[in-house]
């Protein structure tokens, strides 16, 4: 018999009893399914057998790590399905690319047509799998094993994977006959995957999947046309380059040639923003270039590096941030916790802004604010500023997209951008980095090197930043006339050596202890990477230092 201490009762357990069982008995205490536990810390699937004492929890679908699991569990069983449909050989090619809203893109180009009545046929057994509750089985394999059986069903991708990990043995999940590696946990079986919905879209399918916060709501397919085509130029890069996924760049690493490839990526990326710069130049009545973008996009960065490009055409640029337009503290607005919500638009004196913009823009000469984030008061320090022909303003904040930003200026005279690290590369077919994973260890690292911040403090106010990002930065991305993807192929086994002994850092006591293990788990697949060969003017460089631009 086993010990527990659930929600600090007591209970008696025997070694035959599983997690899922014990989650039943409590099921009634929470408004959505328990999809797996947590026992000392350590994260266990549902169908996993008690095996010793200790404090258990339960993750729902309104959880991070529920809801994680449930999203790859639903991965598994679309590709289950599409396995039962059109066979191995197909189920081989399809590729789970990125996130766009709800939707996780499934790219089935040169495998399965990306038409209705097929979208309809995978939904369809992919609810015959549900109906029958076929189990997800886990079996450990020793490593050449692993690579063996998948070495003889065509799925290089995770040999070339599995070749890097320093772990001596591989977990496999199974679905009738399917068999496939995921990076995470599972649900027991497949009747827990009640709400999905598939939908075909240009080279694939979006497979979509509740929010956090509606988790037993399928929300409908918004079409974000601006960020798919830039989602996908970034994958046809990563094609062209031989990166497509961490074996293809551990191996890449391992052969010495990244000096080359970071040089190459560098100079795509300027030549991304020279193209930008031309395109600005073009508009001969902008003067406000807008930037937004969400947090640790390299926003910083790409302005600077715009600004010299904009120079070549023969202009004046000079940056302005919103940030200098806070209202003084006493007039931010608060959040339902009452705390001050700084991300929100009413914390920026649109008005002002946009005053002294038009003034600007009709030749006037204006005194500009810088804000005392120490007081939290807007001060005037005697910068004037008075726009000649070539001048131009290079304005960023999170609110540069909003219409409400800049409500009075002329639509002619501004031009927006987009800027946001979307991941391009995965962990293999079937595994995806999420794009917000890539931003948050920017984020780790840059924040404990400039501003002291440790690993707990940003992890922490992650969830708080991303519902800002949600609320005021991404439902404008679309308005946008360029979105830059500023994410560098090999910048995850670069912040590795940075952000690793951060994540150690955080104890087993610690609420954010979950995200800081799945980190450490994920950059476990990364070979590392010196910085060395980084210039000094990437965008990594904003983050790891050694800018040029001081940031």
Not at 160 to 189: A, C, H, Q, W
Not at 365 to 383: A, D, M, Q, S, W
Request: charged letters at 30%; aromatic letters at 12%; glycine letters at 6%.
């Amino acid at each position: 018999m086993y010990t527990l201490i659930i929600e600090g009762e007591k209970r008696e357990f025997s070694s035959e009893v599983t997690y899922e069982d014990i989650a039943r008995d409590y099921q009634h205490k929470y408004s959505s399914p328990i999809v797996a536990v947590s026992l000392d810390g350590k994260i266990r699937e549902l169908f996993k057998k008690v095996s010793r004492n200790g404090e258990l929890k339960f993750f729902t679908l309104s959880d991070t790590v529920g809801h994680q699991t449930y999203i790859r569990s639903a991965v598994m069983l679309f590709m289950k399905a599409v396995y039962d449909l059109y066979g191995e050989e197909i189920t081989n090619k399809v590729r789970a690319d990125f996130t766009i809203g709800r939707g996780l893109f499934i790219n089935t180009k040169d495998a399965i047509d990306a038409t209705p009545e097929n979208a309809e046929k995978i939904k369809k057994r992919m609810h015959e799998v549900v109906e029958a509750g076929i189990p997800f089985m886990k079996r450990q394999y020793p490593l050449d094993d692993a690579m063996d059986i998948f070495s003889k069903r065509g799925m290089e991708d995770k040999v070339k994977l599995f070749k890097y990990r320093r772990t001596s043995s591989v977990n496999i999940y199974e679905m009738e006959g399917y068999r496939d590696y995921y990076y995470g946990y599972m649900v027991p079986n497949a009747s827990y995957i009640k709400y999905f919905d598939v939908v075909a879209y240009d080279i694939g399918f979006m497979l979509m999947t509740p929010a956090k916060n509606t988790p037993t709501e399928v929300p409908a397919l918004e079409e974000s046309r601006l960020l798919y085509d830039t989602f996908q130029k970034s994958h046809d890069w990563c094609v062209h380059v031989g990166i497509e996924n961490v074996g293809d760049l551990n191996e890449r690493i391992c052969n010495g040639h990244m000096e080359d490839l970071i040089l190459v990526q560098e100079a795509e990326q300027e030549r991304r923003i020279a193209e930008i710069a031309s395109e600005i130049a073009s508009r001969k009545d902008v003067k406000f270039v807008m930037i937004a973008g969400p947090s640790s996009s390299g926003k910083t960065s790409f302005s600077h590096r715009l600004s010299v490009q904009l120079r070549t055409f023969g202009l004046k640029p000079h940056a302005i941030g919103l940030d200098d337009y806070f209202v003084n503290r006493e007039d931010t607005p608060r959040d339902e916790n009452g705390d001050y919500n700084f991300e929100c638009i009413e914390a920026i004196d649109t008005k002002g802004f946009n005053d002294d913009m038009l003034k600007l823009l009709d030749g006037e000469r204006v005194e500009l604010p810088t804000f005392n984030f120490k007081i939290g008061k807007r001060e005037y320090h005697g910068n004037y500023m008075q726009l000649e022909k070539d001048d131009i303003l290079v304005i960023e904040g999170i609110h540069g997209l909003n219409p409400k930003m800049s409500y009075a200026l002329p639509d002619e005279s501004k031009f927006k951008i987009y800027i946001s690290a979307l991941t391009s590369i995965n962990i293999d077919q079937h595994n995806r980095i999420p794009t917000t994973d890539a931003r948050l260890l920017r984020r780790l690292v840059r924040d404990a090197r400039t501003r002291g911040s440790d690993a707990h403090r940003t992890l922490s106010m992650w969830a708080s930043v991303r519902r800002g990002e949600e609320e005021n930065i991404f439902p404008f991305q679309e308005e946008a006339d360029i979105m830059f993807n500023s994410a560098q192929i090999y910048e995850l086994a670069l912040l590795k050596q940075f952000a690793e002994p951060l994540l150690f850092s955080i104890k087993k006591d610690d609420p954010t202890y979950y995200e800081a293990k799945r980190l450490l788990k994920f950059l476990d697949y990364f070979l590392s990477l010196p910085s060395e060969f980084l210039p000094n003017n990437s965008i990594c460089r904003e983050f790891v230092g050694g800018s040029c631009f001081n940031v």
